[in-house]
C-alpha cells in the first residue's frame, strides 16, 4: 500500500523543521536532502520525488529545494 502523499509531504517537513536551525538554508536543504536519502524506503523517495514533478504543494522552501535535487539526482 502507498502511503498518502499528503503524509509523505508532512513527513519531509517535520524532517525540514527539525534541520531549519542550520547554519544557512543550503546546510539545511542538504541535511532533509541526506535524511531522506539516508532514511527514507526507496518507494518512498520514488513517491515524493513523483508528487513533486506532478506540482504538490505544501512544501516548505528547504524540503522543496531537497526534493528537486532529490528528483535530479544530485549528490
Known sequence: MKP???ILIRMAN???A???GESS???A???VL???RRYWDPR???QIVEQYQAGATGFDDHVRAAIELLARGKP
Open 4 to 6: 498518502n502523499p499528503d
Open 14 to 16: 517535520d524532517i525540514g
Open 18 to 20: 527539525f534541520f531549519v
Open 25 to 27: 538554508p543550503e546546510e
Open 29 to 31: 536543504t542538504r541535511s
Open 34 to 36: 541526506n535524511h531522506i
Open 44 to 46: 518512498m523517495r520514488a
